[in-house]
């Protein structure tokens, strides 16, 4: 693929267009271009550019990147740019642009390789995020700073990790003496998940935040600020410091820290998905972090199930699980919502406490999250629950439109068949070398229409469309599930069949050429009807026959029927490491 190096001014045309007063031009679907097709679907912008013609088709949400590829193209861009062309992989970063009220920033992913040796780039505008994250930061640094007051005690623990002295007030409604000659463990929460405890550190530490007991029995959040002393050999003599009870403005503060852990939550689950390639992984990744998150046992991410809507509430599959136990069957109607039922609800289920919420997007329903475990679900969990939902409905609908992408990618735009490229270097290699592993036969059809071109001089190119999409549901019919068909372009057609030998694709060739009989009847002259011809060759691994020979023995069986008699089929010789 050619690189940006010396690369000429690039020409960038925005589809669909604008007319003179501004307004967007909607053009006919099958008017577009493959690339103006490509684009048009993304809600965010996107270009495809070609590096052979220096052209660009952008979407009309590309108006403001549109400036990186004018003129001299933007600096970091080419340096993307080269590096998704000259290794051909996936290359992501984050631009920034000045805009009307500042910078936006935006998040870049350039997928090479499309339509041919195209790059594809898709923007995602992530300065709202990081507005609205860095506000976040600000407001909850200035709220610390105005609540913040002091309530110290200052402390000694000697070299046997006892406590050896306390303010004479003493602390947390214990006296001095109450504390002196025991360990700060027996103070602490949790102190076994510190390592090691701030009382005993042998580096410095300053405004370190632990719960300790109180006396009465309640807990309280303490600032903790130590230092470590020695003898003059460096020998451990003890810790000093200073302890500051902040419980007071830690309570006041309770719902910033819940936002702050629903934003830990969140942003953990967001770079999990964002990390992750594969859909199903990034919602099993979400699943997992969001049971660990939540203190589940178990968490369930489903999708809506495409096309099904009965009575106007929603059905959903499972695309994820993470975690054990669980309900073996949830209640009736449990996972099911609607547009106007579209509320968390929780139930009791064989002993289980179970929570379900709808994720959504752009206020459509698009998939639940569901998560069960024994103990009761607090107000907090009821309201983490829902924003992890309404990221995970963000998650799914990133997925879809990647999923779209793929497909669109990977069919022919006519027929909904696999492409040639799809084809030839995704789905054929994968049969190969399963076929390898396995020590099975697979045969490879190459089929043609004959006379095809009198069809769309005599008819017209809707007819010949027609014989088209005609064929197109003959080999659907014809084809056992797991075998491929593909449209290799034009009135070319290729089958992959698994697990078949010489004599049983022969016969399987017959019934096809009987079946295409029935394409006659949309000849262009009765003396020259419509129908196929068939090229087969079959692939043995013992033969160690590699993939592109295989290919060149069924274009050779192809060429010769073709210049036999047409409307026949050949079986091309075995292949042989002689030749």
């Given at each position: 693929?050619?690189?940006?190096?010396?690369?000429?001014?690039?020409?960038?045309?925005?589809?669909?267009?604008?007319?003179?007063?501004?307004?967007?031009?909607?053009?006919?679907?099958?008017?577009?271009?493959?690339?103006?097709?490509?684009?048009?679907?993304?809600?965010?912008?996107?270009?495809?550019?070609?590096?052979?013609?220096?052209?660009?088709?952008?979407?009309?949400?590309?108006?403001?990147?549109?400036?990186?590829?004018e003129g001299d193209v933007n600096a970091q861009l080419k340096q993307l740019i080269d590096m998704a062309a000259d290794h051909a992989k996936v290359v992501t970063a984050n631009l920034s642009l000045p805009g009307l009220s500042g910078q936006s920033i935006y998040q870049l992913n350039i997928i090479p390789k499309v339509l041919g040796e195209q790059l594809l780039f898709l923007f995602h505008d992530q300065t709202l995020d990081n507005n609205l994250r860095d506000a976040l930061i600000e407001s909850r640094q200035r709220f610390k700073d105005l609540v913040?007051?002091?309530?110290?005690?200052?402390?000694?623990?000697?070299?046997?990790?006892?406590?050896?002295?306390?303010?004479?007030?003493?602390?947390?409604?214990?006296?001095?003496?109450?504390?002196?000659?025991?360990?700060?463990?027996?103070?602490?929460?949790?102190?076994?998940?510190?390592?090691?405890?701030?009382?005993?550190?042998?580096?410095?530490?300053?405004?370190?935040?632990?719960?300790?007991?109180?006396?009465?029995?309640?807990?309280?959040?303490?600032?903790?600020?130590?230092?470590?002393?020695?003898?003059?050999?460096?020998?451990?003599?003890?810790?000093r410091g200073v302890c500051r009870d902040v419980t007071a403005e830690r309570e006041?503060?309770?719902?910033?820290?819940?936002?702050?852990?629903?934003?830990?939550?969140?942003?953990?689950?967001?770079?999990?998905?964002?990390?992750?390639?594969?859909?199903?992984?990034?919602?099993?990744?979400?699943?997992?972090?969001?049971?660990?998150?939540?203190?589940?046992?178990?968490?369930?991410?489903?999708?809506?199930?495409?096309?099904?809507?009965?009575?106007?509430?929603?059905?959903?599959?499972?695309?994820?699980?993470?975690?054990?136990?669980?309900?073996?069957?949830?209640?009736e109607g449990f996972l099911t919502f609607s547009k106007h039922d579209a509320w968390l609800r929780e139930e009791e289920i064989e002993g289980w406490r179970v929570i379900a919420a709808p994720c959504q997007h752009s206020g459509e329903i698009n998939g639940v999250i569901c998560l069960w475990k024994r103990s009761d679900w607090s107000d907090d969990d009821r309201l983490l629950v829902n924003d992890i939902s309404n990221q995970l409905g963000?998650?799914?609908?990133?997925?879809?439109?990647?999923?779209?992408?793929?497909?669109?990618?990977?069919?022919?735009?006519?027929?909904g068949l696999l492409n040639r490229r799809a084809f030839y270097d995704d789905e054929l290699p994968r049969r190969f070398?399963?076929?390898?592993?396995?020590?099975?036969?697979?045969?490879?059809?190459?089929?043609?229409?004959?006379?095809?071109?009198?069809?769309?001089?005599?008819?017209?190119?809707?007819?010949?469309?027609?014989?088209?999409?005609?064929?197109?549901?003959?080999?659907h019919d014809f084809v056992r599930p797991g075998d491929v068909i593909a449209r290799l372009g034009g009135d070319e057609f290729a089958l992959w069949l698994d697990n078949m030998d010489e004599e049983a694709a022969v016969a399987r060739s017959r019934q096809l050429l009987v079946l295409s009989e029935q394409?006659?009847?949309?000849?262009?002259?009765?003396?020259?009807?419509l129908g196929i011809s068939i090229g087969i060759a079959v692939y043995r691994p013992d033969t160690k026959e590699d993939l592109e020979s295989l290919l060149a023995r069924a274009d050779s069986a192809m060429y010769e029927v073709k210049q036999k008699s047409k409307g026949d089929c050949c079986l091309a010789a075995p292949y042989s490491l002689a030749g």
């Open positions: 693929m050619k690189s940006m190096t010396g690369l000429a001014p690039i020409n960038v045309t925005i589809f669909p267009p604008a007319d003179a007063q501004g307004e967007v031009v909607h053009a006919v679907s099958d008017a577009m271009s493959p690339e103006a097709l490509l684009v048009s679907g993304y809600g965010e912008a996107a270009v495809v550019l070609n590096l052979q013609t220096n052209h660009a088709i952008a979407n009309r949400h590309a108006s403001r990147v549109a400036s990186l590829f913040e007051v002091s309530s110290d005690f200052s402390w000694e623990v000697g070299d046997e990790g006892r406590f050896i002295f306390v303010s004479r007030t003493g602390a947390l409604g214990y006296a001095a003496d109450d504390m002196i000659g025991r360990k700060p463990e027996d103070f602490i929460v949790g102190a076994e998940e510190y390592a090691p405890i701030p009382f005993l550190s042998d580096k410095r530490i300053e405004d370190m935040e632990v719960w300790m007991y109180r006396a009465d029995g309640g807990m309280a959040c303490v600032v903790v600020s130590a230092i470590p002393f020695f003898e003059d050999d460096g020998t451990p003599l003890g810790v006041r503060a309770v719902a910033l820290a819940h936002a702050h852990q629903r934003e830990q939550v969140l942003g953990y689950i967001v770079n999990t998905i964002r990390d992750e390639i594969d859909p199903t992984d990034m919602l099993a990744a979400a699943a997992a972090a969001t049971a660990r998150a939540m203190g589940a046992s178990g968490c369930r991410v489903l999708r809506m199930t495409v096309g099904k809507e009965i009575d106007a509430r929603l059905e959903f599959e499972p695309a994820a699980e993470f975690g054990t136990g669980g309900p073996g069957q949830m209640g963000i998650a799914i609908e990133q997925i879809e439109n990647h999923e779209s992408i793929v497909r669109l990618s990977r069919t022919d735009a006519m027929t070398h399963r076929l390898e592993r396995e020590g099975a036969s697979g045969a490879l059809f190459y089929i043609d229409m004959d006379n095809f071109k009198l069809v769309n001089d005599v008819h017209g190119h809707l007819k010949g469309d027609e014989a088209i999409m005609r064929l197109r549901d003959l080999l394409l006659r009847e949309l000849s262009g002259d009765p003396d020259r009807p």
